[in-house]
């Protein structure tokens, strides 16, 4: 099994990289944001629980996210491998991912990091906002409470990994496709290693 983290600050294009990472390498794509979404689309009492949280531009709970990998991870036993989108956040959901993959026999293989300036963010997620539904990406202010958020709780999990000498830094300004053979070459030195 190969385990992925597309790590990198809102707007950085995980979404889009991480579609066509799992077609190539056959992973299976888990983002906690899209989870997210559709209990919230469904009406669950989860999604009731963190619409406006996330409408705020705020984390939701560890243990709501942690659970929902958790019962990801159950129902997915025979996959390449997991390209998690999103997740882990925060230092405590990173531990607590670490945990469920040694009790799977498995581990992080790598965690690919995208750098944007936040210029180039904030103009990225104002343009989604005019043409998604997405709710959090249509004002400045909740835009920015997400930088902030990840600046704050977020970028720590990349050193949580370096620690095991595991993340790798990507260029993610350029097109999809540079950014793309970027991503795909450090996979690519990575697995035959
Ligand atoms: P983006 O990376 O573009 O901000 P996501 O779709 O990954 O978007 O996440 C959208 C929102 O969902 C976040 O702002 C947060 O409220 C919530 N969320 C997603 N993943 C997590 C997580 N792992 N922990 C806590 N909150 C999360």
């Known amino acids: ?17 991480s579609e066509k990472l799992t077609l190539k390498y056959g992973l299976k794509h888990l983002s906690t944001g899209d989870l997210l979404r559709s209990e919230i689309a469904g009406q669950t009492p989860l999604g009731l629980a ?5 409408a705020e531009g705020k984390l939701v709970p560890d243990e709501i996210v942690i659970e929902m990998i958790n019962s990801v991870l159950d129902n997915n036993p025979h ?3 997991f390209l998690f989108d999103g997740f882990p956040r925060t230092t405590a959901q990173a531990e607590a991912l670490d945990k469920l993959l040694v009790q799977k026999g498995t581990e992080i293989g790598l965690v690919l990091a995208l750098q944007v300036s936040q210029q180039e963010l904030i103009k990225r997620l104002l343009n989604r906002g005019r043409t998604s539904d997405r709710v959090d990406d249509v004002s ?12 704050k709780k977020t970028a720590a ?35 035959v290693a």
């Open 1 to 17: 099994m190969f385990n992925l983290i597309l790590f990198g600050p809102p707007g950085s294009g995980k979404g889009t990289q």
């Open 50 to 54: 963190v619409k406006n949280l996330m």
């Open 79 to 81: 996959v390449n491998g």
């Open 140 to 151: 400045e202010e909740v835009i920015a409470a997400r930088i902030s958020e990840y600046e």
């Open 157 to 191: 999990v990349a050193e949580h990994y370096k620690k095991y000498g595991k993340v790798e830094y990507v260029h993610g300004e350029g097109s999809i496709d540079e950014i793309f053979d970027l991503l795909c070459k450090e996979i690519d030195q990575k697995k």
